[in-house]
């Protein structure tokens, strides 16, 4: 069965600080990958995608993330956060089986002064 | 393009009453999800539509939970009984097909008293 765990609930960095936001999948075939950022009372938001091809993909707001076949890993980084960052954000599979999403618990970020 | 808009945004509803909730979806998607967010569950899915056809509602409480598409602009979700474990965040999401991302909105707050 697949499923996406993200270990870190929450994490707090500093302005200005780099940042990783792990997260873990499993799925038998090569998945199709996503971030997404929850602002507070706010829907989700694409933050970027992974589908095939350069493992290292660009998103919006200067996030990245890196896929790893071997390490079953898509973890998010931002080189330098802004407070703005502040947020929760997913990290997500898609079972292009069913065409169902599969969601990990989410990780608040807090980026403090 | 106004996103997916969902409606009401916040709504409050006693115990044993019905509760609908509305999903207008990003015109031409052909796609619409439902997810339901809490803190100690986090994301679950509950149902999805394809060109307005049910295709896997397996996250949907048998009982008191259905959800239809009777055209391609708009979805509801409809809770009878409420409980106040039905208390949550719904989100509907639509996308441009199955295997693309989902575009979500911003989720109406239910709350069950």
């Known amino acids: 069965a697949q499923s996406v765990t993200q270990p870190d609930a929450r994490v707090t960095v500093s302005e200005g600080a780099s940042l990783q936001l792990r997260c873990k999948y499993s799925?038998?075939?090569?998945?199709?990958l996503f971030w997404y950022v929850q602002y507070p009372r706010q829907g989700l938001q694409l933050l970027l995608k992974y589908y095939s091809g350069d493992p290292v993909v660009q998103g919006v707001n200067s996030f990245e993330a890196e896929f790893s076949k071997s390490n079953s890993s898509f973890h998010l980084q931002k080189a330098s956060v802004h407070w703005s960052d502040s947020a929760v954000y997913f990290c997500a599979l898609l079972n292009t089986g069913n065409y169902k999403y599969v969601f990990g618990a989410g990780t608040r970020l807090k980026v403090i002064a | 393009n106004a996103g997916v808009i969902q409606t009401p945004r916040h709504k409050v509803t006693g115990k044993g009453q019905e509760a609908t909730l509305w999903c207008e979806p990003i015109s031409g998607h052909s796609a619409v999800f439902w997810y339901r967010q809490t803190i100690v569950q986090g994301l679950e899915f509950l149902t999805y539509f394809r060109n307005q056809a049910p295709i896997d509602d397996s996250g949907m409480p048998k009982e008191r939970f259905s959800a239809q598409m009777p055209n391609q602009s708009h979805s509801t979700l409809k809770i009878q009984s409420t409980q106040p474990q039905d208390s949550a965040v719904y989100l509907c999401?639509?996308?441009?097909?199955?295997?693309?991302?989902?575009?979500f909105g911003k989720g109406t707050r239910l709350t069950v008293v």
């Open positions: 799925y038998s075939a090569t998945p199709y």
């Open positions: 999401a639509s996308s441009l097909d199955s295997g693309t991302e989902v575009f």
